[in-house]
């Protein structure tokens, strides 16, 4: 694993996301609300986003992941990808979420 | 009176000891003594506290939090109630024994500040011999020990000449983020201005050399960027707004807005040793003075922007225009722009000799009076 000095992929479909060492999804009881822990920072997920970074397990490829989330909001999958894409590119450039494949 | 939310972060400044003397330090002009700290079961309790009123991240910071014995204890307990626990330091007391002791204890990331990247100058403003080469050491200790990491370069008008070298240090380093910081101008910094802040010709050439490096370093580096105010249009929201987001615990248990906050006269802090921290957050006059927008006059009391900046800083506003519920003077909306202006013809001037932080060795000096229009 090398994180500083490569450039890293560009996330795709055949990515397979993960959280990145010492970024946690941790469960807020004084907010009720689930919150991901990261160096200096805190995010708020939304619902969409939740759903995605619950399953960047590290084995998932991104296609999995479209195919899940498809068939449990029924909806197309041509559409969720491109959603589920954008929002780990944004992830992946804020340090949140690095491809296994790396 | 708006709801309040609990706090996203405390700020534990467990020590004003520090064996840098850099002439920018956030801590106040009056440094609390050793004698005066906090014990370690009175920190557990307040991590305790903490976790319970929901605050998520604890910054463990100084002086130099290192100086403490007890900071793998206490992050260790930080971990245990589900805090994510950052240690600010130097870096020059982070030996291989206490990187694996940190490590150990689940601490979850590290920043190091650096001065510069030249060996003489970073020793130079630290006021510290072998600093510069002691700070690099301490950055790979950190990653050898799997920790992720995270430059602080503070950035003024005498090491801006090497900021993109700062920013190759970072990556060279194995950082994941960097912050480049320019000097926030409270306290000691403030007592230095005329040696520190830079030119806008300076400023906008580091603006530039920001901008390259983060199309260029995407997705290897992040990149955080503070402008110092004097040459920005917009008040920084302070604190992301006064008893909106963070609290600070000062050595001795004083518990602040933010780390300024001493700064300001006509406050009564409370302390830990008085209060519980849930009490002192939602009830104390200290956190519900500035809370909100019902404090504000014009121009912020009817400002679009009332509840994006805040009013901007208080202690800023104080220390410009000696009035503490005024319109940050950084704003542009504030039709008198002679105390930014002064402050700025200060930086094309040759600097003055730096102040250092020193216990004990430097006088208080009342905020106003270090600025030429206000005496």
Request: aromatic fraction near 6%; charge should be negative; hydrophobic fraction near 45%.
């Given at each position: 694993?090398?994180?500083?000095?490569?450039?890293?992929?560009?996330?795709?479909?055949?990515?397979?996301?993960?959280?990145?060492?010492?970024?946690?999804?941790?469960?807020?009881?004084?907010?009720?609300?689930?919150?991901?822990?990261?160096?200096?920072?805190?995010?708020?997920?939304?619902?969409?986003?939740?759903?995605?970074?619950?399953?960047?397990?590290?084995?998932?490829?991104?296609?999995?992941?479209?195919?899940?989330?498809?068939?449990?909001?029924?909806?197309?999958?041509?559409?969720?990808?491109?959603?589920?894409?954008?929002?780990?590119?944004?992830?992946?450039?804020?340090?949140?979420?690095?491809?296994?494949?790396? | 009176?708006p709801?309040?939310?609990?706090?996203?972060?405390?700020?534990?400044?467990?020590?004003?000891?520090?064996?840098?003397?850099?002439?920018?330090?956030?801590?106040?002009?009056?440094?609390?003594?050793?004698?005066?700290?906090?014990?370690?079961?009175?920190?557990?309790?307040?991590?305790?506290?903490?976790?319970?009123?929901?605050?998520?991240?604890?910054?463990?910071?100084?002086?130099?939090?290192?100086?403490?014995?007890?900071?793998?204890?206490?992050?260790?307990?930080?971990?245990?109630?589900?805090?994510?626990?950052?240690?600010?330091?130097?870096?020059?007391?982070?030996?291989?024994?206490?990187?694996?002791?940190?490590?150990?204890?689940?601490?979850?990331?590290?920043?190091?500040?650096?001065?510069?990247?030249?060996?003489?100058?970073?020793?130079?403003?630290?006021?510290?011999?072998?600093?510069?080469?002691?700070?690099?050491?301490?950055?790979?200790?950190?990653?050898?020990?799997?920790?992720?990491?995270?430059?602080?370069?503070?950035?003024?008008?005498?090491?801006?000449?090497?900021?993109?070298?700062?920013?190759?240090?970072?990556?060279?380093?194995?950082?994941?983020?960097?912050?480049?910081?320019?000097?926030?101008?409270?306290?000691?910094?403030?007592?230095?201005?005329?040696?520190?802040?830079?030119?806008?010709?300076?400023?906008?050439?580091?603006?530039?050399?920001?901008?390259?490096?983060?199309?260029?370093?995407?997705?290897?580096?992040?990149?955080?960027?503070?402008?110092?105010?004097?040459?920005?249009?917009?008040p920084k929201a302070c604190m992301g707004g006064w008893g909106r987001r963070?609290?600070?615990?000062?050595?001795?248990?004083?518990?602040?807005p933010?780390?300024?906050?001493?700064?300001?006269?006509?406050?009564?802090?409370?302390?830990?040793?008085?209060?519980?921290?849930?009490?002192?957050?939602?009830?104390?006059?200290?956190?519900?003075?500035f809370r909100g927008t019902?404090w504000m006059?014009?121009?912020c009391?009817?400002c679009?922007r009332r509840e994006i900046d805040w009013g901007g800083c208080r202690?800023?506003?104080?220390?410009?225009?000696?009035?503490?519920?005024?319109t940050d003077?950084?704003c542009?909306?504030?039709?008198?722009?002679?105390?930014?202006?002064?402050?700025?013809?200060?930086?094309?001037?040759?600097?003055?000799?730096?102040?250092?932080?020193?216990?004990?060795?430097?006088?208080?000096?009342?905020?106003?009076?270090?600025?030429?229009?206000?005496?």
């Amino acid at each position: 694993m090398n994180e500083g000095r490569t450039p890293p992929r560009r996330i795709d479909a055949d990515a397979i996301p993960r959280l990145k060492p010492h970024v946690r999804l941790q469960f807020s009881e004084a907010r009720s609300a689930w919150i991901v822990q990261a160096p200096e920072r805190v995010l708020m997920p939304d619902d969409i986003a939740l759903a995605v970074l619950q399953r960047c397990d590290g084995v998932a490829s991104v296609a999995a992941i479209v195919t899940a989330l498809a068939s449990a909001y029924d909806a197309p999958p041509s559409e969720v990808e491109g959603d589920v894409v954008e929002l780990l590119q944004d992830l992946a450039e804020k340090g949140i979420i690095a491809d296994a494949r790396d | 009176m708006p709801e309040i939310e609990a706090p996203l972060a405390i700020l534990a400044e467990l020590t004003h000891r520090c064996p840098l003397q850099c002439p920018y330090c956030s801590n106040p002009l009056e440094l609390e003594r050793a004698r005066q700290e906090l014990e370690t079961d009175e920190w557990l309790r307040i991590l305790d506290e903490a976790a319970a009123l929901g605050v998520l991240q604890v910054h463990f910071s100084g002086g130099e939090p290192m100086a403490r014995r007890d900071l793998e204890a206490l992050v260790a307990h930080a971990a245990a109630v589900g805090l994510y626990t950052n240690l600010i330091t130097s870096g020059v007391m982070l030996d291989d024994r206490r990187a694996a002791a940190l490590a150990a204890a689940g601490l979850d990331h590290v920043q190091i500040s650096f001065q510069d990247v030249d060996d003489a100058e970073g020793d130079r403003i630290a006021g510290y011999k072998d600093a510069q080469r002691q700070k690099r050491e301490a950055a790979r200790r950190v990653r050898g020990a799997g920790l992720p990491l995270t430059v602080n370069a503070v950035v003024h008008r005498q090491n801006l000449a090497r900021l993109a070298e700062m920013i190759e240090l970072a990556v060279e380093l194995d950082a994941a983020r960097i912050e480049v910081a320019h000097v926030q101008y409270y306290g000691w910094a403030l007592r230095n201005r005329a040696a520190l802040l830079p030119s806008r010709a300076q400023l906008d050439a580091a603006t530039a050399i920001v901008e390259e490096a983060r199309e260029r370093l995407r997705g290897r580096l992040v990149i955080d960027y503070v402008v110092p105010d004097y040459h920005a249009a917009l008040p920084k929201a302070c604190m992301g707004g006064w008893g909106r987001r963070f609290l600070n615990v000062t050595p001795s248990g004083h518990v602040l807005p933010c780390h300024a906050a001493e700064t300001l006269p006509g406050f009564d802090f409370p302390s830990v040793r008085e209060a519980s921290l849930a009490a002192i957050w939602r009830s104390s006059d200290a956190f519900n003075r500035f809370r909100g927008t019902s404090w504000m006059q014009e121009p912020c009391r009817n400002c679009e922007r009332r509840e994006i900046d805040w009013g901007g800083c208080r202690c800023q506003a104080f220390a410009l225009t000696g009035d503490i519920n005024a319109t940050d003077p950084v704003c542009g909306k504030v039709a008198d722009r002679t105390i930014l202006e002064a402050a700025v013809r200060e930086s094309a001037a040759p600097p003055p000799p730096l102040i250092y932080r020193r216990i004990g060795g430097e006088q208080p000096v009342r905020p106003a009076t270090v600025v030429p229009t206000a005496g």
